[in-house]
């Protein structure tokens, strides 16, 4: 039973293709969700769920997701001075929430290889991963309290997933499992299968907790599907080993990576948001 689990890696290295240009000079990560960036509600789900040692894993052009943790002492004397007191509360609660350590991955070779990156400040412990640009909106636990509550139970790695549509199932990296007292144990994962070839409709949406033995084996896992490293390849060899369990994650998920995704959140966002829903939601009306 693992009950230690503090340190959480975000991968932020990757390229985002499918946001360009946007994310040509802006890391997806600091795409704007109504008044706050992916990454801000990525962290307070993780704190949330207790892990509060955050890595992230960056490369060229993401500073500013170093600059949005960062203490602005320039922007929060300013905003004392002319007596704005709930910005001031806002701006400084960002920087003084979590301590952030930066790795950089030098090469954007696969998220398999970006987690490796984050090895040596794990060291030998279990961590959480999050995938920032999936936004998941849950009533009571969040994504993370989810995985967090099964891995107490068995001290395994846990996997988030969540049933697609079948003609979606090549867009995922998508699971085999079978019920194993009560909880659902992994067999075997395919990334972006063919839908005939696909073995359920049961996706994996980008939160993790894994042991440290998943580091041992992306030390060894060569590169696969596109020439990355990929994350889906070793917990493969991770389930083969030890016991890997999934949770169909109970929530919203919003893949907010691509462009159709990121405005379907802004606008559930929007529209529940206290200060913009109601004016949101009559300027909606009358557009439609
Ligand atoms: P994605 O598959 O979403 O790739 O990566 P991407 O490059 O960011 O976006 P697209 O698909 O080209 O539009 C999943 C996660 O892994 C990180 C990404 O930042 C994202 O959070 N990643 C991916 C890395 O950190 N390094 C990599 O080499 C690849």
Known sequence: MSNHLHKIIFPTAGMGTRFLPTTKATPKEMLTIVDKPLIQYGVEEALAAGMDEVVMVTGRGKRSIEDHFDISAELENSLNASGKTELYEIVSHISRMVEVAYIRQKQPLGLGHAVLCAA????????????????????????????????????????????????????????KAHDEDGFLRLDDMVEKPQTELAPSNMAMIGRYIFTPRLFEILKTTKPGKGNEIQLTDAMCQLAKEEPVYGVLIEGERFDAGNPYGFLLANATLGLQHPKYGKLLRQALRNIL
């Open 120 to 175: 040596p400040w794990v060291r030998d412990e279990c961590f959480g991963v999050s995938l920032a640009d999936e936004l998941i909106l849950s009533k009571g636990k969040n994504a993370m309290e989810q995985l967090r509550a099964v891995h107490e139970q068995t001290g395994a790695s846990v996997i988030g997933l969540a049933c697609v549509p079948d003609n979606e199932v090549n867009r995922y990296g998508i699971v």
